[in-house]
Structures are given as C-alpha cells and as structure tokens.
C-alpha cells in the first residue's frame, strides 16, 4: 500500500464547502452523470468523474472477484477491460441514503448509495464526493458490490414456505439431515459461526448443503476454549444473518452463550450438520463432480459425496496452536500447553504459572489465574498494540453501535473503505485513542510492557489483516499489570527451558510449574494439505494476509488463485470474525450459486 496517500483533506483538495451546500443536489447531478457514463460504457465520462487518486473497490460485481483500484491510471484499465463485459442498467440512487458527513474537522465529503444492475446480478454502490477548488464534487471512493443473481433470489420473507406442515416436520428434518432424499451440493467442514454463516446463505439460495463438524455440539469451538474467553467485539457488530441477537442480549458476549447461540442458530435455520463427523479427504472426483468427500461419523461408519465444491470454515488454522520451537522442552519437569489447549485457570491452583505472549488471549488467561488466586507472569517477547475498549470501540465502531444504521448498510460503510484509506483513517483515530488512553498507556510502560501503535501507527486493524494478532482490547487485564497483580518479564528473548522454568538470554530465570503458550496458531493452510493430494498441496495460495491492493490474499473465494481451470477450484475459504463471516458468507454463496446455474464469469487478473 503506497506510503505517498493521503487522505483528502481540504487543505490537500485546497478547497472548502459552503455552509449551505445542497447535498441532495451535489449527490444527484454527479450520479446522473456517473449513471449515463456507466451504461454508455464511456470509460473518459467516468473518469472525468473521480479524483486523480480515486479508490475503487468491487467486490464481484464488475470483476468476480476482490479488487481494490487506486488512481485514475488504474481505475481506466480497470475500466476499460470490464465493461465491455457487461451490461449495466438500472441505476438509482438512494436518496434516503444520501449524507454530508465531517469525519474530522478538515475532512468533508457526501456520502451516498446506489443501486444497479450486471448482466446477471443486482448490485449496490457507496461513494463518496469531495469537494474541488474550483466548486465541483468529484469521487474519492466508489465500491461496488453484488447483492444478488438475477432469477436466484433468497428464499425468505414473501418466498418463504407457505404451506402447513401437520406432523411431518421432524420426520422430514430427520432425512434432510441424513441426505436421504438429496445429496448435498456443498460440504462445508466447520461448524463454527463461518461455516455456519456459509451454510444459511446457500439454503436460502436454494442449495443442499452438508455442515460437517467433528465436536460433539454445535459451538463447541467457542465452548472447549478457556473458560474465561469473552468476545471484546460489540454486539452490534456481530449479529448473525437472518437471526440478529435480541435486543437485550449483553453488549459483550460470553464464549459460552455464544456457544449455545451457535448450536440454536443451526436448529433455528434448519442446517443440515453432522457433529462428531470428521472428513477424511478431499480428493478429485472421476465421476463428473469436481470433489469426491469422505466423512467417518461417530460410529466409525464411512460416505463419500461427489461435490462440486467444498468450504473449508476452520479459522485460523484449524485451532491448531502455533508453539515457538524453544530448546530443552523435554528437560522441563513441568507441564508445557497451548493456549487452545488451556481451561480452567484452577486447573493449576496452587503452581507457579507463565503465560508466553502478550495479546487476547495472553491477557485474558493472565487476568482469569489472577482472579482465582494463581501466581502467574507475562512473558512479553514484542510489542503489542494496546487499546481500552472504553475508549477504542466507541470510536471505531461508531456504525455498529446503539442507535446506529441497520446492520446491512453499516456493513456496505465498512466494506466501502479500502484497506489503504482505511490505514489512513485509522493513522487519526489511533492518536485520538491513544491520547484518550494516556493514562492507561503510562501506566503500562512504568512497568515495563512494550506497547506500539502498530504499522505506520495505524492501530490494530493491519495487524489484524496481516498476522491476526499481536494487540490486545483492554477489559481489565492492563490494569492488573499496571498494579502488580500479572508480574510482568519483557526485558529479553527466551533461550531455552531449564528442569524448572525458562532461561534468557540475559542470563536470567524464571521458574515454573506450567507454561502456556498464548502465541496464535498454524498457518492456514495446514488444514487443506492434510485433506487434498499432496500434489495439490503446493498449489494453495496464502490464506490470510494482504495482496497487493490490500485485499485478503484468498478469503472468501477459491484458494488456488483466480484461474478458471485451476486444480483447486471448488475449494473455498471461508473464515473471519462474527462480522467479516456475516457479509462475506453471502458473497461465497452467490459464488457457489453461480457456478452451479453456469453464469459466473471470469475472475479479474
């Protein structure tokens, strides 16, 4: 992402707005330009239309695919290949949706939504306009989005089942489960919130889908983790598809309530999972499907299912904990775990406890041994990236909020702001919250923690996007280091375990009766090469990470990049927070349902 951006403020616009600017007015003269240039296919018109330094993001309505284009020179060769492939009609702008917004007080553009239509999809559209020097509006931002396929609307609300069902239901469900009757379509493995996002916007696209899910329970990847983990992400932000949470659901949900919010969302929806299943393999089918699936359930009894396509929904590397490879661990007399591993911090009441990492996770399980009476130290190896969600989320999640927009246009908000504006955005809002956390942040370096404001201190958000880790939201757990209560070692690498504890290489110690490693987990793609042919397994792209547009390297889309005929079509990636998976889940779905009804395009190289 190019070091030279900058956001567009007036002084870099060399501009200003009028107290009485007719917003309305501004939004519907550049969109009925915008419109009669789009649907004339007049690359020039639209171009004279943005900024020099536009942004322009799509996602699968003009590309199939996850694209980011910034500056004219781009967005024209963007343009110029793209809609000769389409036709474009049907645009209307939403003029209830039309707003003069001041992000900041030298920050001022009109931010407006629209709606149209592809060849074979209905779309949706956010820009943004800013005023220039010499009176005209002109976009910085336009995203692009495919909403849904023409002729393929969900089943819900008006297309909802009409008819009665007099005690039949349950013997139905029974065989839906089982695909007695139907084969599925998709397999999904996870049944974690991904998969079951994935899952929900396939049925309603009219798709028989297979959850396959090796717990026992539905959730139980949420509930077999420690047993003080909490969501620090807001309620607002998380609400499922179809289902939102209750209104008087806590602001901050509980691992375990989420748990059997997971499990009811799956019987609510009627999702067709199998629990205590474990896929065996994934290979190339013969038979005409792209996929052949074995999956052994509970019993040891074994099925295979020729499909033509396969979501893996593991997260993060399947649960599989990353263990830093540190000499002398068979010397240890202790106990050595990950933390996917750790439960019940009374599990070790009485023994001496270090937690190795200083993220979520670290600090969550550091506070909970507090709170049941545990000695336990922080080993701190880098700096970490420290926000209080007091602070913090107010500020960022200001969209996802009481009172804020519906979910579906927050997420067209949050998904309208390119990675490399969004770094700069956020370059503000982490001094504002930094400011705001002065004293927690003091507090935090007295005592030795290592804290940064991340990359180009730009927060937590492209630490999150590169690496999935590395800060922590503060809900306690700083000021238990600020008082003393988590003891705190920062000041040097681990060398190697001695019979009892840990050596540095300052040549100090550290005893220990437990060590648990808080230090994330696998690469993403473990999971796929023990599934798929080991021919296959040098073919995957990397999962997570950001490209060179700064979009996601191959989430939420194919893993074997973006060839038509590649080897592994059919394979998706579906994964994310509560938030990410609510959004995006649909855009894998109306992939899927694309491919399966034979009007998907090509992918844009």
Known sequence: MANQLVLPTLDNLRSSVAPDVNVQAVASLWFSAFAEAMQSKNVTAVLDLLVDDV??????????DFHTFQSIPSVKTFLADQLPLFTLSSFKLRE?????QRPYPDITWI????????????????????????????????FTNLEDLKGFPEQNGPRRNHQPNHGKWAAKRAREIEC??????????????????VAARLKMLGMK???????????DNWRKRYAALCLHDPVWYDHMPYIPFPSSWPVYTPALKLADWLESYAHSMELDVWTSATVMSVIPCVKGKKWTVTVQRADRKERTFDVNHVVFALGFGNGMGRIPDIPGQDDFKGQILHSTKHNLATDHAGKKVVVVGACTSAHDICADYVE???????????PSYIMSIKEGMPRLSGIFWEGGPPTDIADRVSASYPNSLLKLVHQRVTKDIAEADKELLDGLRNRGFKTTLGDDDSGFFLMAWTKGGGYYLDVGA?????????????????SRFTQTGLLFEDGSTLDADVVVFATG?????????????ESLGDKLYPIWGLDKEGELNSVWREVGGRSKDGELNGIWCMMGNLALCRFHSKHVALQIKSYEEGIFGTRYQ
Do not use: C
């Open 180 to 197: 007695i009757d139907e084969e599925p379509s998709v397999v999904i493995i996870g049944g974690g919130q991904s998969g079951l996002d």
């Open 521 to 533: 987990y696998a690469d993403g793609r473990h999971s796929y090469r023990a599934l798929l042919p």
């Open 55 to 64: 942004f322009w993001r799509d996602i699968l309505a003009l590309t199939w």
């Open 96 to 100: 209830d949706l039309v707003e003069l």
């Open 111 to 142: 931010q407006a939504f629209f709606d149209f239509e592809t060849t074979v999809g209905i779309g949706s559209g956010v820009f943004r306009l800013v005023p220039l020097a010499d009176g005209s509006w002109k976009a910085h931002t336009v």
């Open 478 to 494: 700083s000021q238990m280091i600020i008082d003393g209560k988590i003891k705190l070692k920062s000041d040097g690498p681990i």
């Open 209 to 219: 889908t297979l959850v396959v899910e090796k717990n026992e329970r539905i959730g």
């Open 372 to 382: 049941n009476g545990v000695d336990v130290t922080m080993v701190q190896r880098s």
